[in-house]
């Protein structure tokens, strides 16, 4: 699948020679509370985006910057002391915010699939993780013992991981960080979900078994139509698999589109500021850039632009209470500043 | 030049007893094989390696906490891998070799304030008095960029990238030598990263340290080191200065971990290989005793049957591969691999 394409994240002109996939998820104006000692504090506002069959967007951004806690809410797994205010979030058409309990215990294990940084905490250390597997493919997807463990030895072999037959039988601390999150893809997708939710999945991984893991979550997407959400603080890891990226300050979404134009032509200085502190390796390049000051606690952000503090463009006016606006290069941008700036992107080569 | 050697490993091994039920295998695991690195004084040395490549071993190993079975590690001339005891329980009370630890969260005492902990280091050698104590604490918190106010505060109650900073106070204050940082910036975010690298950079500069960063990932290292060393299964297959080692790599690992490498844009490298034109798989081609990369290489050839020795390549360059000179020229051949 790699042809002469720079990158999976690299191709979205694929898409309009084709009749736009089928919508599988629609988030509009989620909005997320905290509860802390002085009160419910907003840590995620209103945010929004949507998600076509096959595609994958990545949601990037420091820790803090509500990333995590928006697909947690897309998962209905929100953390303990968190709570949904506000927003939907449309899984084919039907409204999971709306959703009880079990509604969305069933819609996790059969339409949504989520992979996290670490794996092995999400696995039983003592059975081999093959029956692991197996006994998803039987409990949530009904099959009986014998078609589940057909199919998990199958779904193993889908995951590149060789020898499948004596993996199965492996428990978790016989095999490696990338194995063992091959192994917790495989039953995320186990019961051929609709959606994959991957929160910081590859992290932690050592960089040649990140780069196989995201090349495996594109073929997901190609081979199954999968829609792919996928958060990650590097937007470099992004850029390699989504075909859109929305990027995350202090709890908002301040630029969103696909990935060609965010990373080429940003039009948010946050955007900017992330690309440039990013630029590594090349030989040139020992300037080793910061962002001045430091991103806001839960709690602290303004009224107005939630950056502008250590914005190198604000003006007075960036203190007004702004919402995301067409960018020029065709996404949405949270910044007044945006149709007079000038900003630097990478030169995609 | 070796007059101006700090520290100096030659050739060192370790093993260690395997404990894994699973591998069945008795006997000794050898992490380390045939080691060699030279840092100089003032000099940045980065150590890229991945799981299990044995980099926190070596890191120990400098460290005086595990002895080789093979080799010598040198300090300022002196053999520290020949030291026990009583000896070498003073050589690490001088504190010339410091380390920082990759989690600051969990590496500082949550109970003691920043103070308490930066000054751990000169309590245990003792033999100062109050107030030369408190003045090389408020020098070393100084020296890292962190205020006052901080050294009375609790590691809970300060930022990551100012505990970072406090894990390095509390090295600095030994005044040492050489600091070797395991994963230093591995868990911070790309702007706080870089503002880590910047400080080491800035304390070798002002104090003359020198500064081993042991890192997985090529942006913990890329920008700040003089010479970088990569290190797979034990060995170090490839050595030499960062521009020329990640823009053309010389090793068919070093190739498959730059093309790896989440990269925004693909213009501002010289290398543009892809993983996929690099990955090999041959699982059990090569025994014991042959090149340890051969299982995962995808130009494998009978010569690799014996492990390759570390030669030069070019100008201050080394790498450990018998095919380093034809590989590329095999890439050509082969089109759309």
Redesign the interface.
């Known amino acids: 699948m790699?042809?002469?394409l720079?990158?999976p994240g690299l191709s979205a002109s694929r898409e309009s020679l084709e009749p736009r996939p089928e919508l599988v998820l629609r988030v509009r104006g989620l909005s997320v509370e905290v509860a802390t000692a002085s009160g419910r504090i907003e840590a995620v506002r209103g945010v929004g985006f949507e998600l076509r069959r096959g595609e994958a967007i990545g949601l990037v951004g420091?820790?803090g910057s509500g990333k995590t806690l928006t697909c947690r809410a897309v998962l209905g797994a929100l953390p303990a002391g968190c709570v949904l205010s506000g927003g939907t979030i449309e899984l084919d058409g039907v409204d999971l915010a709306a959703l009880d309990r079990s509604g969305w215990t069933s819609v996790r294990s059969t339409r949504v699939g989520a992979v996290f940084q670490d794996p092995a905490s999400y696995l039983n250390p003592s059975l081999p993780v093959g029956e692991q597997l197996a006994e998803v493919i039987r409990v949530k997807g009904g099959k009986r013992r014998a078609a589940a463990r057909g199919r998990a030895l199958e779904l193993l072999a889908t995951m590149h991981l060789?020898r499948p037959a004596h993996v199965y039988q492996?428990i978790p601390?016989?095999l490696?960080?990338g194995m063992l999150q091959r192994v917790m893809i495989a039953i995320a997708v186990a019961c051929d979900p609709v959606l994959l939710v991957a929160d910081e999945a590859t992290t932690a991984l050592?960089?040649?078994?990140?780069?196989?893991v995201?090349?495996l979550l594109s073929e997901l997407r190609e081979r199954l139509g999968l829609a792919v959400v996928f958060v990650s603080?590097?937007?470099?890891?992004v850029?390699?698999l989504c075909d859109r990226v929305a990027v995350f300050y202090a709890g908002e979404v301040v630029e969103i589109g696909d990935t060609v134009s965010v990373?080429s032509a940003p039009s948010h200085p946050y955007t900017e500021?992330?690309?440039r502190?990013?630029?590594?390796?090349?030989?040139e390049?020992?300037?080793?850039?910061?962002?001045p000051g430091?991103h806001p606690r839960l709690g602290e952000a303004s009224a107005g632009c939630r950056f502008a503090p250590r914005c190198a463009h604000r003006r007075e006016s960036c203190s007004r209470p702004l919402g995301l606006t067409p960018a020029p290069a065709g996404g949405r941008v949270r910044c007044l500043r945006s149709p007079e700036l000038a900003l630097v992107g990478?030169?995609?080569? | 030049m070796s007059a101006a050697t700090l520290l100096e490993v030659d050739g060192i091994d370790v093993r260690l007893r395997s404990r894994r039920r699973a591998s069945r295998r008795t006997g000794e695991a050898r992490i380390l094989a045939g080691v060699s690195l030279r840092v100089a004084p003032g000099e940045i040395v980065g150590v890229i390696g991945e799981t299990g490549s044995g980099k926190t071993t070596l890191a120990r190993s400098v460290l005086g906490l595990i002895t080789p079975s093979a080799g010598t590690i040198r300090f300022e001339g002196a053999d520290i891998s020949a030291l026990g005891g009583r000896q070498l329980r003073a050589f690490r009370r001088r504190g010339a070799i410091q380390l920082v630890f990759q989690d600051p969260l969990r590496s500082l005492d949550p109970d003691l304030d920043v103070a308490t902990i930066v000054a751990e280091g000169l309590d245990i050698r003792g033999g100062l008095d109050e107030e030369r104590r408190a003045r090389q604490v408020a020098r070393a918190l100084e020296l890292v960029g962190l205020e006052e106010s901080v050294a009375a505060r609790r590691p809970g109650e300060i930022s990551g990238g100012q505990r970072q900073r406090v894990t390095i106070a509390r090295a600095i204050v030994m005044e040492p030598k050489l600091l070797i940082c395991d994963e230093p910036v591995s868990a911070l975010d790309a702007s706080n990263r870089n503002r880590i690298l910047r400080l080491l950079r800035e304390l070798r500069d002002r104090l003359g340290i020198a500064i081993v960063i042991i890192s997985h990932d090529l942006a913990s290292i890329a920008g700040v080191v003089d010479r970088v060393a990569v290190l797979y299964r034990g060995r170090i297959i490839e050595e030499g200065p960062p521009g020329e080692v990640f823009s053309l790599p010389a090793h068919p690992y070093t190739a498959l971990l730059v093309a790896s490498a989440p990269r925004i844009s693909r213009a501002r490298w010289r290398f543009d290989l892809a993983p996929e034109q690099l990955r090999g798989e041959s699982p059990g081609a090569v025994a014991e005793g042959g090149c340890v990369f051969a299982a995962r290489c995808r130009f494998l050839a009978a010569r690799c049957r014996e492990e390759p020795a570390p030669s030069g390549y070019g100008r201050g360059r080394t790498v450990a591969c018998h095919r380093a000179a034809e590989w590329r020229g095999l890439l050509a051949g082969k089109p759309g691999a």
Do not use: K, M, N, W
């Open positions: 790699s042809g002469s720079p990158g420091e820790s060789h492996q601390a016989e490696s960080g050592d960089l040649t078994t990140q780069r196989e995201i090349d603080h590097d937007l470099a890891a850029a390699e990373i500021a992330l690309l502190v990013g630029f590594l390796g090349s030989e390049e020992a300037a080793l850039e910061v962002i430091r990478a030169e995609l080569g």
